[in-house]
């Protein structure tokens, strides 16, 4: 299993205070066909891509895509 999880936090600094538009943690686990290096690799690869999108279509419906 490939486990991959990261933060992003999206200020609008031109408002003061700061205003925080998007503040979202995404985690993927993503079966692996086996225990080797390249295996682990690439389901990291395909869980990023997969938090990408996601992160895209969270800020497109924030209004900043």
Same mark, same amino acid.
Request: hydrophobic share 50%; net charge negative.
């Given at each position: 299993? /490939?486990? *991959? !999880?990261?933060?992003?936090?999206? *200020?609008?600094?031109? &408002?003061?205070? $700061? !205003?925080?538009? *998007?503040? @979202?943690?995404?985690?993927? +686990?993503?079966?692996? /066909? &086996?225990?080797?290096?390249? /295996?682990?690799?690439?389901?990291? &690869?395909?869980? *990023?891509?997969? $938090?990408? @999108? +996601?992160? !895209? !279509?969270?800020?497109? /419906?924030?209004?900043? @895509?």
């Amino acid at each position: 299993l /490939a486990i *991959l !999880e990261i933060q992003f936090v999206v *200020l609008r600094i031109a &408002s003061e205070p $700061m !205003e925080i538009v *998007l503040d @979202r943690t995404y985690r993927k +686990e993503v079966p692996v /066909a &086996s225990k080797e290096a390249k /295996a682990l690799v690439d389901g990291w &690869s395909l869980g *990023l891509g997969e $938090m990408l @999108r +996601e992160l !895209e !279509e969270d800020l497109a /419906a924030a209004g900043l @895509r």
